[in-house]
T-cell receptor, first 113, second 115 residues
Framework: GDSVTQMEGPVTLSEEAFLTINCTYT??????LFWYVQYPGEGLQLLLK?????DKGSNKGFEATYRKETTSFHLEKGSVQVSDSAVYFC????????????FGTGTRLQVTL | EPEVTQTPSHQVTQMGQEVILRCVPI?????FYWYRQILGQKVEFLVS????????KSEIFDDQFSVERPDGSNFTLKIRSTKLEDSAMYFC?????????????FGEGSWLTVV
């Protein structure tokens, strides 16, 4: 079945550091890929997405490129802020009616001053 | 921006009691979901719902769980006899169709605490 593997957290960075959170996936066909973010005490917010190979999703300074050859969708940000502290979930969905999102385990990011 | 809304935001219930969690999906969306997240753990799929019937359900979604779309706007999750291990954040989500139909939007969640 479908699966998403994320790097273990927590990831602790100083403000303005470069961020990479690795995500790889296993799925048949051509899934769409997503990053969701969960700030402390809040729900799941869509951060960015990519729907086909070589697409780059971007939002709020975060980027991720859909790499079919390596089945990866790594999340990057050039300069993190304290306000980026949250849990980041990589997820995929295949096409078809009522397809569900499959989530990775989440990676907690802690940014310090 | 349209959003998925959930009520209650937090509910405390005694073990064995019935609980109903309510959701209003985004208007004109056609696919509806419930997920749950036990504190600090992974987001787990429970059930998907389309065209007034369950499309898929996980092993977690046993006979104690049911979903319903009683009218044109609400989507509910019922837990008939709650157990301690049902304590979790429950997320409702919805998805449209067409060009943007592959994106699932989540509500803020309902915290359920079973004591």
């Amino acid at each position: 079945g479908d699966s998403v593997t994320q790097m273990e957290g927590p990831v602790t960075l100083s403000e303005e550091a470069f961020l990479t959170i690795n995500c790889t996936y296993t799925a048949t066909g051509y899934p769409s890929l997503f990053w969701y973010v969960q700030y402390p005490g809040e729900g799941l917010q869509l951060l960015l997405k990519a729907t086909k190979a070589d697409d780059k999703g971007s939002n709020k300074g975060f980027e991720a490129t859909y790499r079919k050859e390596t089945t990866s969708f790594h999340l990057e940000k050039g300069s993190v802020q304290v306000s980026d502290s949250a849990v980041y979930f990589c997820a995929l969905i295949r096409g078809g009616t009522a397809s569900k999102l499959t989530f990775g385990t989440g990676t907690r990011l802690q940014v310090t001053l | 921006e349209p959003e998925v809304t959930q009520t209650p935001s937090h509910q405390v219930t005694q073990m064995g009691q019935e609980v109903i969690l309510r959701c209003v999906p985004i208007s004109n969306h056609l696919y509806f979901y419930w997920y749950r997240q036990i504190l600090g753990q992974k987001v787990e799929f429970l059930v998907s719902f389309y065209n007034n019937e369950i499309s898929e359900k996980s092993e977690i979604f046993d006979d104690q769980f049911s979903v319903e779309r009683p009218d044109g706007s609400n989507f509910t999750l019922k837990i008939r006899s709650t157990k301690l291990e049902d304590s979790a954040m429950y997320f409702c989500a919805s998805r449209g169709q067409g060009a943007y139909g592959n994106t699932i939007y989540f509500g803020e969640g309902s915290w359920l605490t079973v004591v």
